[in-house]
Each structure stands twice: as C-alpha cells, then as structure tokens.
C-alpha cells in the first residue's frame, strides 16, 4: 500500500514527453509529404509535357528523371535494409504490424513483378533492335527498371511488417520518396498506354479526325525529330508484347505504393498488445472446404463466358461496322447480366451481415484505412464515366440500341460499385470468427462438452466462437460444467465467403477487358458524337485508370474478407 504513491508519481511525468513526441512526428511526417507533393508535381509535369508534339519536352527527359529516381530509391532501400534495420544501438524495428503486408498482397506482387521484367525484357529487346536512332537512356531505363523492381520487391516482402524507431524522418522521406517513384512510373505507363491506344483506335477506323487528334498527343521521339522505324518481325514482337504487358506494370506500381504508404504510417508507431491482431492464414483445404461451391462455379463460369466475349470483341470491334456494332452489343450485354448479378449478390451479402453478431474490430489499421479510402477514391473514376454517359444517352439523339446499352450499363456500374463497397467496407470491418474477447456470449449453440471445473475455460484454446458455460451437470461430478461451442462453417459463414469468391472472378474479369485493351467508349459513338472526341478521351484517359485499379484493389480486399469470413 505504502508503494502506490510513489508509483503514480512516476508515472505521470512521461505525459509532456509523448506529446512532444507526437508532434515531432507529425513534423516528420509533413516532411516528407512535402518532399513527395514536389518531386510527384515534377515528374507529373515532365511525363504530360512529354506526350505532345508541340511540348519541347521528349520522352529521353522523362526516361532520365525515371531512371534517376529509380536509382536513388534503390540506393536508400538498400541503406534501410544494411544500416537501417541492423542499428547495433537501438532496436530498430520493435514492433510489426499483423496486419500489414498479407501473403496475398505479397503473393499479388511478387506475380506483378515476374511480369514486369519480362516487359522490361520486351522493352530493352524493342529499343534495342533500332539502337541506332535511339538515345542510350532508352535502353538504360528498362534495365534500370529491371534493377528497381527486384529490390523494392525483396524490401517489401521482407519489410512491409516493420514498425521502424530509428532513423525516424530519413526513413518516412526514404519511404515518400519510393512510393513517388512508384507513382511516377504509373503515370508514365498510363500516358504511353493512353497513346498507344488511341494509335490503334485511329488504325482500325481510319477517322481523319481522329487521327488527327492522335497525332497531337504522340510522344516525341528525340529532340531532332527523328523517327525510328520497326519493321522487323522482331521488333514488332518486343512492341506488341511490352505493350500487353503494361496492365501488369500498372499494377505493380501500385501495389507498390499501398505497402510503402502502410510502412510509412508505421514509421515509429507503438503497437500494444491488443493491436497485434488476428492471424488469418488458415489451409488451403478449409478455406474451400467451408463453402457451398455455388460462388465459385458460378463465378468461373462468368469469367469463361467473359474471356470468350472479350475475344470475341477484339476480334470484331475493329471490323466492319455491323460486325463492330454486334461486338459491342455482345460486350454490352455480358456487363449487364455481369454487373446485375455482382449488385445482388453484394445486397445479399450486406443483408446477411444483418444478422451476424459479431463484433466489429475497432483496432487502429492503417492497413484497412488505406483499402477502405482506394476502394472509394478508386470508384470515383468509374463513376465520372459514368454520368458522362448517362447524360450523353439521355440527352443524346437519336435514340438506338447502343444509347440504351450504355445507358443500362452505366447506371448498373454506379449501383454495382456503390453496394459492392458497402458490403467490402462493412466485412473489413467485422472481427473474424474466433476473434471474440473473453466472456462473449455464443451465437449458434451446436454441441455441449462437460468439464469438471469452470477454471478449465481459461485454459482453452481460441475457437469460433469462444465456449460459455450452461451449468452444472447433475450427473457429473460437483462443480461440473457444460460448455457449447458453435459448428464450424456456419451457413452464413459460408454464404460470405461463396460470396466473396463470385464478386473476386467477377472482378478478375472486369479488370481483365479493360486492361488489356477493350475500349467500347470509343467504338460506341454515343458521347464521341454527344461530347466530341477530345473531351470525351480527357475524360476517359484520366478516368479509366483508376477504374481498372479499382478492380484489382477489389480483388485484394476481397480475398481478405474471403478469408475474414
């Protein structure tokens, strides 16, 4: 008793110390945003001026700040990984963050990465088949690249847990720096995919004034106006393959950018016990064996259909005009029934969560922070699209078939995108099964077992959800008690996670038509006629990225509530 007070009175003095802690960390922090916001605006700069013609600004100029940024990010990446996490006079990396870097983001980028050095490969093959009109820097940045995405792939395979509480500010800026880098490629990946298209979109139709347009936008070569030709099979093969290499590049980047900004907001973050979290990495053979199997059939057999539509379209799109207008009636009609189906079956998924129980994880997490803001952000793209074509086909005449597909298709994406984040950001939310603290009631009772004393509770092991007792057993032994614990793989567990697994196919093959190539904002007419051509290919050019990146994040969130349920 005689101890208490002088333990409070040492406890009490570290309150001003954590205060000036937090605000030397938001310092930190401002920082490095700064440094990002600046080095992002010039690299934005350079990359749009280097689109078009009339801008003295050429992709060597672009290619030289890529590969200079690239090669600094490398450089701290590997000081962080020598010097940073090894400070013999501190511990450096105290904490790690459960909940950052799962095996699936990792899994996701580690694929992502493979295919963007075979693009790189494809890349240093094209620039160097006409190596000699080509500045060296064009050759040096794939191969540079190459370099690039090796480390930052091991950093943040090995990394992406780390709570660093050393070399505080150089580490957020290092970070800021990275993650800019990673954005900067994006932005260039999306221009040169931006004009490849509307190349091959001016090619198949052979519109004067649309190539018209094309040809204000293309990249410039080299500041003396020479163009290098490629007519050589392998040349054409090293372009061809590089560019249907880009959707992966894209998301590399921007898989990227997600760890980097969760191990910059755990730069000197101190995790109790509690925030630790839940490991959810159960068996492959669990993880299917608890579903039932509907979602998935029914999912594989969309995304089967959808890669046979999606041939189909490239195939004829580029045809004669009735072979081009069935394309896209075909294409048309597959997103509808597509995005009908995905909009009911997130209803259905959100109204069974109203009869789910369990708690909701009010734990900090950056991590679900991070995916809950791109989901919404990211939606914003596909939204914009689609108003502008809702009004094009409302107000738009004359009235046809394709007005009314794209009117349909339009207001399915705005109700598809609204209730699929609803029921994502609502399951991200939930605490998986098991997770429940001590002394939660059970929800489902199944089966009793009987324990001679109620201190054996204590001793038991997690399990969905956690055991209650029912009283004693007058034919057991005095003080016994009987403990229920619910069935494993509950139905409403399994229509989640059958559920999930649909809307992650749905979403493969909606990020898949996109990205590689379908573009039916131009082959339908009806906002290149309602809008003209040059604002309706602003529109789509600085919408459609992040609609594609929305379906890809989809699929990451997805899995984890997959997993979740």
């Known amino acids: 008793m005689s101890e208490e007070p002088p333990t409070g009175a040492k406890e009490s003095p ?14 930190g922090r401002l920082l490095s945003v700064l440094l990002a916001l600046n080095v992002l605006l010039l690299a934005g700069t350079l990359i749009s001026g280097g689109a078009f013609n009339k801008v003295a600004v050429y992709d060597t100029d672009v290619f030289a700040l890529l590969t200079t940024m690239m090669l600094l990010a490398v450089l701290w990446i590997l000081f962080y990984l020598l010097r940073t996490v090894r400070c013999p006079d501190t511990d450096a990396v105290p904490h790690r963050d459960a909940h950052a870097g799962p095996i699936w983001l990792r899994g996701g980028l580690v694929l992502f990465g493979i295919c963007t050095l075979v693009m790189d490969v494809f890349k240093t093959g ?22 690039f995405v090796i480390v930052q792939t091991y950093f943040l395979c090995v990394s992406a847990k780390d709570c660093v509480h050393t070399h505080l500010d150089l580490t957020r800026c290092g970070l800021m720096f990275t993650l800019t880098t990673n954005l900067a490629i994006w932005m260039a990946a999306v221009v040169d995919e931006s004009v490849h298209q509307a190349h091959s979109l001016s090619s198949s139709h052979g519109n004067t004034s649309h190539t018209r347009r094309v040809l204000d936008v293309e990249r410039a070569g080299s500041p003396v106006g020479e163009v290098c030709s490629c007519n050589t099979a392998v040349c054409q093969i090293f372009q061809q393959g590089y560019f249907y290499l880009y959707p992966f590049n894209i998301e590399y980047s921007l898989f990227a950018s997600t760890m980097l900004y969760v191990m910059w907001k755990n730069v000197g973050r101190l995790l109790t016990s ?62 509808i029934v597509c995005l009908g189906l995905m909009t009911l079956v997130s209803l259905s998924g959100s109204v069974i969560y109203r009869f789910d129980r369990r708690a909701m994880d009010h734990h900090k997490n950056p991590t679900r922070s991070l995916d809950v803001a791109l989901l919404v952000g990211a939606a914003l793209g596909q939204y914009a699209i689609s108003y502008y074509s809702i009004v094009a086909a409302v107000a738009g005449t004359p009235r046809e ?15 598809q995108h609204t209730f699929q984040n609803i029921f994502i950001v609502e399951s991200l939310h939930r605490t998986p099964p098991g997770a429940e603290p001590h002394g939660t009631p059970p929800k489902e009772p199944c089966h009793g ?6 201190d054996t509770l204590h001793t038991l092991p997690a399990c969905p959800p956690a055991p209650r007792l029912v009283g004693p057993s007058p034919a057991g032994p005095q003080g016994a008690v009987s403990v229920i614990s619910a069935p494993r793989g509950h139905w409403r567990c399994r229509c989640l996670k059958d559920i999930s697994l649909f809307l992650l196919l749905c979403n493969i093959i ?33 919408c459609l990225p992040f609609g594609i990146f929305y379906r890809m994040h989809a699929v990451s969130s997805l899995l984890e509530v997959y997993i979740l349920s």
């Open 14 to 27: 570290p309150a001003p110390r954590a205060v000036r802690r937090e605000v030397w960390k938001k310092g």
């Open 126 to 147: 094209y620039y160097s088949s006409s190596f000699e009109c080509q500045s060296a820097i064009k050759i040096l940045y794939p191969l540079t690249q190459a370099v």
């Open 274 to 335: 509690s925030a630790h979290g839940h490991s959810h990495t159960p068996s492959l053979l669990s993880l299917f064996r608890e579903t039932f199997f509907a979602g998935p059939i029914l999912g594989l057999m969309l995304f089967v259909v959808g890669l046979a539509v999606f041939i189909i379209y490239e195939v004829q799109v580029s045809g004669e005009r009735g072979r081009a207008q069935q394309a896209l009636v075909i294409y048309y009609s597959f997103n």
């Open 401 to 415: 078939l394709l007005a009314g597909l794209s009117l349909a298709h339009a207001l399915l994406v705005i109700a």
């Open 449 to 454: 077992l009987t324990f001679a004393s109620p």
């Open 510 to 542: 909606l990020w898949i038509m996109p990205a590689f190539g379908a573009r039916p904002h131009f082959s339908n007419t009806v906002e290149v006629d309602f809008y003209g051509y040059s604002l309706w290919a602003a529109v789509v050019n600085t």
